[in-house]
């Protein structure tokens, strides 16, 4: 018979019960035995409800605390010596330093660096390669857990990052070399895992290798067989999981190693799926993809049971399972959490749960026949009628505005050097000038008055003066520290797509729809489901406020088109170009109205642009098009003499610097802290025309760097970027940071700037 399985369910639990727990052991208000009850508790929870829902197997390993990249170097003693002789053990101080760089005991250090999984908003914890290095096991963790569902009755899939994969996403550190000869050093330490795993009785073990999906050297094809070959075989049965697109090219690598199953991602490798299932060796099981584990639309179990049923002719009955397309980590836990949405709209979802209840529908079709599963048939049905019927999705309106786009409406009036003595003057700034990159601490008072407000027990008279008087403690606090260019702050924003997203048409919003982000950071998408249109100004009155507080220039802030696009929960029934356009249009409104109301600078955020970039390079060019005239179109309504920002993070960028360019913003701020300005490399060999400002200290750490520290980044970032062009600003936005935290670290900025701005001593 068929099965079903789960890739991971996520970790965070339905109330973010994750979060909670891991946030209360930093500040030291729990316990390590508290920490790990918590733990245990939400995989009991997990697996009984996977196993409910009908699946043969559950994942172990997807459960961590922080990220599984970390959990995977952490596994293999991966540890950098900073961090201290893990002598065979990674506890979970050492582990939480790595992360965050400081851990409960209050130990700080760098740490390592954090950056986008594949092309979704998850951040993983990069793995920091040595030529030198040794690979033990040298954490106890997924042992323990299989251990544990074993016990409770279950049948575990543990899963891994594959070595391809964990390798591939690696950065070489202390020397130049091929990281690929790492691989014969790596691979014993993988079989001295599944021999463990083997012993407990697992009978399968997924290693996760989505790098297959990407267009790779032809040396690591050649790793790929060589690796499986000597993986496969010796235990657990190995299934290798390849998603977030199809396999391409790759597909001939299908038969050159003996997996026991390979997984492949059913949407968005959709017409591979028979190609692939022919190519597999005699035996092999394929797990094929076909819920969508990426986003939170019903799927339409008619059109999956037409793509599993060719599959079934191909391989027969046994050697066919079903599977969400990837994890479900970048999924809302359950939707029957959600009260607050209406029912037409509640009608087209599936979170997590819902999704393990299709995945074993489609099992006990493909087991039973379609009539065992005719009221989950006749549901989804009228689910994908009432989404394609419904007049909310469409507006005339939009649609009609977007067909009448020009090219001149993604110029600006003049080229950046004649844009550039105009925004000086406009201006008043000094050399190196200083700014931060928009939101200021989240206080408990500021959280305390939304929940007040939200719950009636605030007026909105009162809620408004509440964050007014935020707005002005952040200008006054600005002011104070010596900033050049100011922020109000955001303390109306609990989220930088959210608040945005609820004052467009188009979106709808979750109460408990959350997802992990990175470690306990976690975030609400919006439900993008229509076209979108702006009512009304949605910033202004905010920041006409703040600029009303100080004679220093205010940016005004805004969310970037493609960033609302990415980081929502996008509708797929029309081009993502589509989407993309309409709401460039929407903030091209909010733009023209903070130009007219006084604003000199406004930043529009591009965090996602990197994420978006589709995984295959011979995809790029048609994304990155409709991307960069998105963010033109949002932001070329303005004069030549107001200075348009914007901010990117956590992404490589070297191989799309001429799209960066080419969005022609006055001044961006990257990312380059945690990196030690490594990514400035790439303006060694291409010359970046407009103004950057690249991150002098992280702000996902804790930790408050010195000012020599930072005057040492910029003075590196000085050596590739000509001063005059040289911004002074943190890596990103400081909402999540207390300002015990803050204020030390810009007043070390500053510092830092003056620092470099006074002449140095001929040597």
Not at 37 to 43: N, P
Not at 326 to 348: I, M, Q, R
């Amino acid at each position: 018979m068929g099965k079903a399985h789960n890739l991971g369910f996520p970790r965070i639990g339905a109330h973010r019960e994750m979060k909670r727990a891991v946030e209360a052991y930093w500040a030291g208000e729990s316990s390590l035995e508290e920490l790990e009850a918590t733990g245990r508790d939400l995989r009991a929870r997990h697996w009984r409800r996977q196993a409910e829902a009908g699946l043969d197997y559950v994942p172990v390993g997807d459960f961590s605390w922080y990220d599984h990249m970390l959990e995977m170097s952490a596994l293999l003693g991966a540890v950098p010596e900073r961090f201290g002789q893990v002598s065979g053990n990674v506890d979970l101080d050492t582990f939480f330093r790595m992360a965050r760089g400081r851990s409960a005991d209050g130990v700080e250090t760098t740490p390592c660096e954090m950056t986008k999984w594949f092309d979704t908003n998850y951040h993983y914890l990069v793995p920091e390669l040595h030529a030198d290095m040794a690979f033990e096991i040298s954490s106890e963790r997924l042992f323990s857990e299989t251990r544990e569902a074993l016990d409770q009755g279950y049948n575990p899939k543990p899963v891994l990052v594959g070595p391809l994969t964990w390798l591939w996403l690696g950065k070489v550190k202390g020397g130049d070399f091929d990281k690929l000869t790492l691989l014969d050093r790596l691979l014993p330490a993988y079989e001295r895992i599944l021999d463990r795993l083997a012993g407990q009785g697992a009978e399968w073990v997924q290693l996760d290798e989505p790098v297959l999906v990407l267009d790779l050297p032809e040396a690591w094809r050649a790793a790929y067989t060589r690796a499986y070959n000597r993986l496969t075989g010796r235990g657990p049965r190995v299934m290798v999981a390849a998603y977030f697109g199809g396999l391409g090219d790759n597909v001939d690598l299908v038969p050159s190693a003996p997996v026991d199953a390979l997984h492949v991602d059913g949407v968005r490798g959709v017409r591979e799926l028979e190609g692939v299932a022919a190519a597999l060796p005699a035996d092999a099981v394929l797990s094929a993809g076909v819920i969508d584990g990426r986003n939170i639309w019903r799927t339409d179990l008619e059109a999956a049971l037409e793509r599993l049923r060719p599959l079934e002719q191909i391989l027969g009955n046994e050697r066919l399972w079903v599977a969400p397309s990837c994890s479900l980590l970048h999924v809302p836990v359950d939707l029957a959490e959600e009260t607050g949405l209406d029912e037409e709209l509640k009608g087209w979802l599936a979170f997590a749960a819902q999704k393990l209840e299709e995945v074993g529908a489609l099992k006990r079709a493909l087991n039973e026949g379609r009539d065992a599963i005719a009221e989950a048939l006749a549901a989804s049905s009228a689910a994908v009628a009432s989404r394609r019927r419904s007049a909310r999705t469409r507006s005339p309106a939009v649609r009609e505005r977007v067909a009448g786009l020009t090219g001149d409406m993604t110029r600006r009036d003049s080229p950046y050097a004649e844009r550039r003595p105009r925004q000086r003057a406009n201006l008043d700034l000094p050399e190196l000038p200083t700014t931060t990159i928009g939101s200021f601490p989240q206080t408990a008072e500021i959280r305390r008055a939304r929940r007040d407000f939200k719950a009636g027990r605030l007026s909105e008279a009162e809620y408004l003066q509440a964050m007014r008087d935020a707005i002005a403690e952040d200008v006054r606090i600005q002011e104070e520290i010596g900033l050049d260019v100011l922020v109000h702050g955001e303390p109306e924003r609990s989220d930088m797509v959210e608040y945005f997203g609820q004052r467009l048409e188009g979106f709808a919003f979750t109460t408990g729809g959350w997802v992990q982000s990175y470690g306990s950071r976690c975030v609400r998408p919006p439900v993008l489901y229509g076209d979108v249109a702006r009512p009304e100004p949605m910033t202004v009155d905010w920041s006409v406020y703040a600029q009303s507080l100080t004679d220093r220039p205010m940016k005004g802030m805004l969310t970037g088109p493609v960033t609302l696009l990415q980081w929502s929960f996008v509708r797929d029934d029309q081009p993502r170009a589509d989407t993309a356009r309409q709401l460039a249009l929407a903030l091209r409104d909010e733009v023209a109205d903070l130009e007219a109301a006084g604003l000199r600078a406004i930043q529009v955020d591009e965090p996602a642009l990197r994420e978006g970039l589709p995984l295959r390079r011979g995809e790029w060019g048609d994304y990155l098009d409709w991307a960069v005239e998105s963010f033109r179109l949002a932001t070329s309504g303005v004069s030549d003499a107001t200075q348009i920002h914007t901010h990117m993070c956590y992404a490589e960028f070297n191989d799309i610097i001429e799209a960066i360019a080419a969005l022609d913003a006055d001044v961006i701020s990257v990312e380059a802290s945690r990196s030690e300005m490594e990514l400035l490399e790439v303006f060694r060999e291409y010359e970046y025309p407009n103004e950057i400002g690249p991150g002098v200290y992280d702000i996902h750490s804790p930790r408050v760097p010195t000012t020599d520290e930072m005057a040492e980044l910029l003075a590196k970032a000085e050596r590739v970027i000509p001063r005059e062009r040289l911004w002074v600003n943190p890596d990103c936005g400081l909402k999540t940071r207390g300002w015990g935290e803050v204020r030390p670290a810009l007043e070390n900025m500053v510092e830092a700037a003056r620092r470099m701005r006074e002449p140095q001593p001929v040597r």
